[in-house]
């Protein structure tokens, strides 16, 4: 049985067909790599061009846990002008993630049996002011 998240993953690509962009499948993920104080609050965004491919399944994990339904949960799907489909969860903290170095990596398996993968390397620094 799929999992909640994998179904809204599929739910995502459904709204690309016809609408994606041109090229190869991939995924962007935002913030961007990079280094973030604990104090910090950002949307966590996916932003998915499944190129006119199904998806079949994908995961999301962090620090190699499996976070696929934490993040569905909280995730609000959008679509963008250029035809991409986006998964946002909003208000995220630093704090949330706590002091030190968190992968984030996100993987959609395609209808074509090929795979699109995305991902981000944040520093959390610790801070005790705004």
């Known amino acids: ?61 962090l620090d190699g846990v499996e976070i696929t ?9 959008g679509t963008l002008g250029s035809g991409r489909v986006t998964l946002r969860c909003p208000g995220i903290t630093g704090a949330l993630l706590g002091a030190g170095i968190h992968t984030l990596r996100v993987r959609l398996d395609l209808s074509d049996g090929s795979t699109a993968q995305g991902g981000a390397v944040w520093e959390i620094l610790a801070a005790t002011g705004p």
């Open 1 to 61: 049985m799929l999992s909640r998240g994998v179904l809204v993953l599929a739910a995502l690509a459904l709204l690309g067909p016809g609408l994606a962009q041109a090229g190869a499948p991939s995924i962007v993920v935002s913030p961007p790599p990079g280094a973030y104080a604990t104090t910090q609050a950002f949307d966590l965004v996916l932003v998915v061009n499944p190129a006119g491919l199904g998806v079949l399944g994908g995961s999301i994990t």
């Open 69 to 77: 339904d934490v993040v569905v949960a909280c995730g609000r799907i």
